[in-house]
């Protein structure tokens, strides 16, 4: 009997402890410069999202915090990065639409929802935008569409890769029209755009705010885009939404993880800062010029988005017959 009391004593005593040295960590987090993981290529609208959240964080957190741009395999190169990093919070990965859109689409090394801890979503609202090369005779969606129904499996419409959201809004778009076209992946949205410009593709659909200098230089004709309302930005291109097509209101957002077993009061810190972020004025009228806006969701929340998300385009994909791994 005495053994057990003693046990029992023993065991409160190291939680307690435990308890209190994961307080004092908390507490002098961060104690180093923070890694920031941004699995896209340079120039993405994830890459340059999270340039500007970790410039942020840098600033109120009074430590460095390293970009560190690990692009490939539709981001899980860089996810797999943090999923194997320490739970200290010194290592952090920024995700985008591909985090909730691969799991349908392709065979991972982890589980995006247990592998990794949900911390905050960040900013959502950046639209895709239809385009076309400034040198193609079309003038409206409705007219590609027609071209593509007139001529079936002869329209050739660039991603920036399979799982990513400009091969989603491909799939829909077949889905919702029962237009037949050839899905060419590229590896990121440069190299779609530049098989776009060289007349490889006839169309793609990227991020509005990735597109919009070569629509404003006038290389690019841009189309439609998808979100719910038209950007401020191209206030003259209609929605798909009304263009009929509700099925294609698709936005991007960007979302803050950490990896698995991450202290609770390190990520009520992170998310305390993008709460504290997200409140500032600069911070609101970067993001809006990518069609953004401010969000800071809890932890809990976001991590429920998460899981709907991935739950909802798994079921697109399966419904379109794609298969992971294929």
């Not at 970067?286 to 991590?303: G, I, K, M």
């Amino acid at each position: 009997m005495r053994r057990a009391y003693l046990c029992a004593v023993l065991l409160v005593a190291a939680a307690t402890l435990a308890a209190v040295a994961q307080r004092a960590g908390a507490q002098s987090y961060p104690s180093r410069p923070i890694r920031f993981v941004i699995p896209f290529p340079g120039g993405s609208f994830s890459e340059v999202t999270g340039r500007l959240i970790g410039q942020k964080l840098a600033e109120s957190v009074g430590q460095p915090v390293v970009m560190d741009v690990r692009p490939g395999a539709s981001g899980n190169i860089g996810a797999e990065i943090v999923v194997r990093s320490a739970p200290d919070g010194h290592t952090l990965l920024l995700n985008s639409f591909n985090y909730v859109s691969n799991p349908g689409v392709m065979p991972l090394s982890f589980d995006p929802l247990r592998d990794l801890s949900a911390v905050s979503l960040v900013a959502d609202g950046v639209p895709l935008v239809f385009v076309v090369s400034a040198a193609a005779p079309y003038r409206t969606v409705q007219e590609l569409i027609a071209q593509g129904k007139a001529k079936p499996g002869q329209l050739n419409w660039a991603s920036s890769g399979r799982g990513t959201s400009s091969h989603l809004v491909i799939l829909m778009l077949k889905q919702l029209t029962g237009l037949e076209v050839n899905h060419v992946p590229y590896k990121g949205t440069s190299q779609s755009f530049n098989a776009l410009l060289g007349g490889e593709v006839t169309a793609a659909t990227p991020y509005l705010n990735v597109a919009m200098p070569l629509i404003r230089s006038g290389r690019l004709r841009g189309l439609a885009v998808t979100g719910r309302q038209r950007s401020p930005a191209l206030p003259d291109l209609p929605t798909m939404v009304e263009m009929g097509y509700a099925g294609l209101a698709i936005t991007g957002f960007a979302g803050l993880l950490a990896p698995a077993g991450t202290p609770a009061p390190v990520i009520a810190r992170l998310h305390r800062e993008m709460v504290a972020i997200g409140k500032q004025k600069d911070f609101a009228d970067r993001l809006a010029v990518y069609d953004l806006q401010p969000v800071a969701s809890t932890p809990e929340s976001f991590a429920k988005y998460l899981a709907a998300e991935i739950a909802k385009w798994k079921k697109v994909f399966h419904d379109a017959g794609e298969k992971p791994g294929v």
